[in-house]
């Protein structure tokens, strides 16, 4: 992403499977809140948890230590922008939709509740960063193809995902 390169950052994210989000060596939690930063959209709701054994190497340092730079800054030191094209828009959004969808089947599969609002904010991000009748079509469809799963439902409602879909629904 740094060097701007939305093909190879896409077909990462693509690629990546729909579990194991909280592990560091996957892309899904550092590309997709990029990309929806990136396109405009609303920042996720949910993030996966992070793994504590991580956290408890941080606090077991003593001495000083280098500040860290945010992946904003590092994104904004960097000059990355928002792809402009509308085939390269179209590319990132077609990821991030691939990615949630298979998030999507990952918790749903394994029963993973604690992650469903994880994986409603993706399908939610795709709806917002695609503003188009077929972005709100794509949520209706997620929507209804995991009609069956009311715990993930409840997650969908709680974040607005009706009301994004009502009130697109109604504009056009």
């Not at 396109?39 to 500040?67: C, H, M, T, V, Y």
């Not at 997650?155 to 056009?172: H, K, N, P, W, Y």
Request: charged fraction near 30%.
């Amino acid at each position: 992403m740094l060097l701007v390169d939305f093909a190879a950052a896409t077909r990462l994210l693509k690629r990546a499977k729909g579990r194991g989000w909280s592990s560091p060596d996957h892309p899904g939690h550092l590309l997709s809140p990029l990309f929806v930063r990136l396109l405009g959209g609303a920042e996720l709701q949910s993030e996966p948890e992070r793994d504590l054994g991580e956290l408890s190497l941080l606090s077991e340092r003593e001495g000083p230590r280098l500040a860290t730079a945010t992946i904003d800054d590092l994104v904004r030191l960097a000059g990355v922008r928002a792809p402009i094209a509308p085939e390269a828009r179209a590319t990132v959004v077609e990821s991030m939709r691939t990615a949630a969808e298979k998030r999507l089947a990952g918790v749903t599969e394994n029963t993973r509740r604690r992650h469903y609002a994880h994986a409603a904010s993706l399908a939610l991000a795709c709806a917002q960063v695609d503003d188009s009748t077929a972005g709100v079509e794509w949520l209706a469809s997620i929507r209804n193809r995991y009609r069956r799963y009311p715990a993930l439902q409840r997650e969908f409602d709680d974040l607005g995902a009706v009301d994004r879909i009502s009130r697109t629904e109604a504009d056009l």
